[in-house]
T-cell receptor, first 112, second 113 residues
Framework: DAKTTQPNSMESNEEEPVHLPCNHSTISGTDYIHWYRQLPSQGPEYVIH???SNVNNRMASLAIAEDRKSSTLILHRATLRDAAVYYCIRDDSGGSNYKLTFGKGTLLTVNP | NAGVTQTPKFQVLKTGQSMTLQCAQDMNHEYMSWYRQDPGMGLRLIHYSVGAGITDQGEVPNGYNVSRSTTEDFPLRLLSAAPSQTSVYFC????????????FGSGTQLSVL
């Protein structure tokens, strides 16, 4: 079973907000949600992570549903540089980095 | 800080040849790891290390060896390359192995003919 479910692709326009969904219906109370992104021809880059409440940093916001079965990565104002594959990762290992599973992610296209 | 540095960026091998992919980090990170990424796929963990002298297998370790003699370096060795090892390889590191964000290198694209 996949730990998370994401759409294969999404499209957005430059300077508009983007909401990237992630479903993790089998999540347990101690599982963190991590988001990484991978720009073309680069290694993945950490975006944000959280457990229960919403999280904000300079790159994005993470909104976690009250029942924690889904979450949404929010890019407040998309730029062309945000075009990337976004990975939603459910960490059910208690935080062990070697247990993080990168699935296929969501390919975000940003139109000028 | 250079971050995580991988060399070479590109490599072409013939079946049966051996080579070492280099990975170095200058952030004094304890945890280092190697992933491979095949077209249209996510990343799969090959080997990881939680500190100098300590290594362990990930999801797809067959055909690869690693060692961690220093904190900074974590080389990945292919002893006898096979076409199935054609992939993009990423090295990653973090300060600790638990609840720390991963820093990735820019990758090595390997083709085995």
């Amino acid at each position: 079973d996949a730990k998370t479910t994401q759409p294969n692709s999404m499209e957005s326009n430059e300077e508009e907000p983007v909401h990237l969904p992630c479903n993790h219906s089998t999540i347990s109370g101690t599982d963190y949600i991590h988001w990484y992104r991978q720009l073309p021809s680069q290694g993945p880059e950490y975006v944000i992570h959280g457990l229960t409440s919403n999280v904000n940093n300079r790159m994005a916001s993470l909104a976690i549903a009250e029942d924690r079965k889904s979450s949404t990565l929010i890019l407040h104002r998309a730029t062309l540089r945000d075009a990337a594959v976004y990975y939603c990762i459910r960490d059910d290992s208690g935080g062990s980095n070697y247990k993080l599973t990168f699935g296929k992610g969501t390919l975000l296209t940003v139109n000028p | 800080n250079a971050g995580v540095t991988q060399t070479p960026k590109f490599q072409v091998l013939k079946t049966g040849q051996s080579m070492t992919l280099q990975c170095a980090q200058d952030m004094n990170h304890e945890y280092m790891s190697w992933y491979r990424q095949d077209p249209g796929m996510g990343l799969r963990l090959i080997h990881y290390s939680v500190g100098a002298g300590i290594t362990d297998q990930g999801e797809v370790p067959n055909g690869y060896n690693v060692s961690r003699s220093t904190t900074e370096d974590f080389p990945l060795r292919l002893l006898s390359a096979a076409p199935s090892q054609t992939s993009v390889y990423f090295c990653a590191s973090s300060y600790h192995s638990v609840n720390e964000k991963l820093f990735f290198g820019s990758g090595t694209q390997l083709s085995v003919l």
